[in-house]
T-cell receptor, first 115, second 110 residues
Framework: DAKTTQPTSMDCAEGRAANLPCNHS???????VYWYRQIHSQGPQYIIHGLKNNETNEMASLIITEDRKSSTLILPHATLRDTAVYYC????????????????FGKGTLLTVNP | NAGVTQTPKFQVLKTGQSMTLQCAQD?????MSWYRQDPGMGLRLIHYSVGAGITDQGEVPNGYNVSRSTTEDFPLRLLSAAPSQTSVYFC?????????FGQGTRLTVV
């Protein structure tokens, strides 16, 4: 799986957009970008994933650069409950089977949303 | 819909004791896995299963056993607990896309 690089920590004001960057310069053509988050003492929670097009769901938006070497997770209106560690993960296609389903977690970005 | 349920939530063991961490999912997911998380670190994969009767080792399998006799259950066994196994353990299940995680078992080995 491709390696990802994320900032160790970021701050954001409540109500503002939080933009979390991720570098994945060694990503290969069949690898997807996934984002999970982990609120303190809880299990990780899936946020969003994408291949090359920008994606949006009820939680966030995912912007992937044209060369796919980096991406940004956007929380449009951050709340205090969004304070968590955010993990950017690169892995093969979801239905590629076998060990390709594994998720490799790095240390992520600690996002602190301030009142 | 309970999702992924882990029991117990907390456990203290003495060195050398054995125990089983339970994990059950009610979503009929094929893939299940166990991770451990140590302070300041990301999650590390211990063992995983791609279906009933099929298991394989992850990144840090030593000291742990698993079995998958049913789709719903994926227990993790500590054969002889060691202080190095003090950690928070997470079970996850997945069908195709997103993984669902349990709330974790906090294990302390003294």
């Amino acid at each position: 799986d491709a390696k990802t690089t994320q900032p160790t920590s970021m701050d954001c004001a409540e109500g503002r957009a939080a933009n979390l960057p991720c570098n994945h310069s060694t990503i290969s053509g069949n690898e997807y970008v996934y984002w999970y988050r982990q609120i303190h003492s809880q299990g990780p929670q899936y946020i969003i994933h994408g291949l090359k097009n920008n994606e949006t769901n009820e939680m966030a938006s995912l912007i992937i650069t044209e060369d796919r070497k980096s991406s940004t997770l956007i929380l449009p209106h951050a709340t205090l409950r969004d304070t968590a560690v955010y993990y950017c993960i690169v892995r093969p296609a979801p239905n590629s089977g076998g060990s390709n389903y594994k998720l490799t977690f790095g240390k992520g970005t600690l996002l602190t949303v301030n009142p | 819909n309970a999702g992924v349920t882990q029991t117990p939530k907390f456990q203290v063991l003495k060195t050398g004791q054995s125990m089983t961490l339970q994990c059950a999912q009610d979503m009929n997911h094929e893939y299940m896995s166990w991770y451990r998380q140590d302070p300041g670190m990301g999650l590390r994969l211990i063992h995983y299963s791609v279906g009933a009767g099929i298991t394989d080792q992850g990144e840090v399998p030593n000291g742990y056993n698993v079995s998958r006799s049913t789709t719903e259950d994926f227990p993790l066994r500590l054969l002889s607990a060691a202080p190095s196994q003090t950690s928070v353990y997470f079970c996850a299940s997945r069908r195709t896309t997103e993984a669902f995680f349990g709330q974790g078992t906090r294990l302390t080995v003294v």
